[in-house]
């Protein structure tokens, strides 16, 4: 995530001044964090080759405005421009994640709180830019790259490299807690849990399961069991956890 990794060299006879709004400039190197920017470009230049140049991935970007305007990506700005980016706050109608590698934590975190989370620790890029095709998942990755990709359509890029952290960041930007469904979803393998009787499952359960709880559902996928013991317990802390948490 070295900003230089970003600075393609722009060559040009233009100049436009870029400002980044709000939680934006997190994904800007510090020197350049909540100043106006000034870009040189060549004509054929895109605003999105320039946003994108400045380590800031599409999907993070809601609004853009060139003097006041709105415009699209494929605007080509002009000499003298003065563009103004502003973070994303839409989601899709249906909230489901893909992540990418390295991020399992985080993927039963967002179990725990029900929602649909496919993970894999190798999954490829090509593999996710599939899954992303296929139906409209949001991806959560901290690779910029990746998320500059044309299949993203939704995605964030984790700030933070500590999962409780990125699950706050997750929560606040999709605005996660009016949809959580807590037990709801198999933190194994993400298929629904269903309700099930004790008899059904009781020779399954250990002496002190057996005595202190009534109350139990099954993945039928992977056939593992829940109860609202000490996991419970967990959830139930996080999402008050989650509800305490300071907005920014
Ligand atoms: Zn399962």
């Known amino acids: ?127 996710i830019a599939a899954l992303l095709a296929e139906d409209e998942r949001i991806l959560l990755s901290r690779d910029r790259r990746l998320l500059m990709r044309k299949v993203v359509r939704y995605g964030y890029c984790l700030r933070s490299l500590e999962p409780k952290a990125q699950l706050y960041e997750v929560v606040r930007r999709f605005d996660l807690l009016s949809r959580a469904q807590p037990f709801h979803r198999c933190l194994r393998c993400n298929a629904l849990l269903e309700p099930v009787e004790k008899a059904a499952i009781l020779e399954r359960l250990e002496p002190k399961t057996k005595l202190y709880f009534d109350e139990f559902a099954l993945c039928r996928a992977c056939d593992r069991v829940y109860w609202k013991g000490s996991h419970w317990e967990r959830m139930q802390s996080l999402i008050a956890s989650l509800r305490d948490e300071p907005q920014p």
């Open 1 to 127: 995530m070295t900003p230089r990794l970003f600075c393609t060299i722009i060559r040009g006879v233009n100049t436009a001044t870029f400002v980044f709004f709000r939680n934006l400039n997190d994904l800007l190197g510090p020197a350049r964090r909540g100043q106006s920017i000034s870009l040189r470009f060549a004509d054929h230049q895109t605003v999105k080759h320039l946003v994108e140049s400045l380590g800031i991935p599409h999907v993070e970007v809601g609004v853009l405005l060139a003097n006041g305007r709105t415009i699209g990506w494929e605007y080509r700005p002009r000499d003298g421009d003065r563009i103004e980016v502003w973070p994303a706050s839409d989601c899709p109608p249906q909230v489901r994640f893909v992540l990418d590698n390295h991020l399992g934590r985080l993927a039963v975190y967002l179990r725990m709180l029900g929602f649909d989370t496919l993970y894999k620790n190798d999954y490829s890029d090509e593999q």
